[in-house]
Every structure is written in structure tokens, then in C-alpha cells.
């Protein structure tokens, strides 16, 4: 279960929210009762699986081609 704090109380309580994310707890950053951020342990991120979600992406038959000068040149 994660730990609320209220952002208005963040500098007081810094060293309480680092201490329980050091060991392994999530904190809920509140701005009053709207939740703005999340601070989680640290750790490696997970493993990229390359071909997971083959055929999701369609590109256009000519993606590759050279963009137009106009486009270089700012105009619409």
C-alpha cells in the first residue's frame, strides 16, 4: 500500500518518503486530494522484448521518401 503526502508537506517530510521508498514503498505525492506524482524504488527498467507487438504499426508506403523543400523551408 503506498503512502500519501500532501506536497505542502514534502520539505518536512523528505526524509520520511525517501527513507520508505528505500525500502521498497510507494509514495503519493497529493496536491490537496488530487494525487500529481508517484515516487518508487529505484531499479532497473524492464527488459524491452524486441517483436512484441509486430504488426501494431503501419507505416506509409513512402515514409522513407525525402520531405519536400517547402517543408525545410517553414512554409505550410
Known amino acids: ?31 490537496g486530494p488530487t494525487p500529481c506524482a508517484r515516487l518508487v524504488p529505484y531499479g532497473p527498467a524492464p527488459p524491452r522484448v524486441a517483436g512484441l507487438h509486430a504488426g501494431v504499426i503501419q507505416p506509409a508506403p513512402d515514409f522513407d521518401a ?10 505550410p
Open 1 to 31: 500500500m503506498a503512502t500519501a503526502i500532501d506536497i505542502r508537506d514534502l520539505p518536512v517530510r523528505l526524509e520520511e518518503a525517501l527513507a520508505l521508498v528505500t525500502a521498497g514503498r510507494e509514495v503519493v505525492l497529493l496536491d
Open 66 to 75: 525525402p520531405l519536400p523543400d517547402d517543408f525545410w523551408a517553414g512554409q
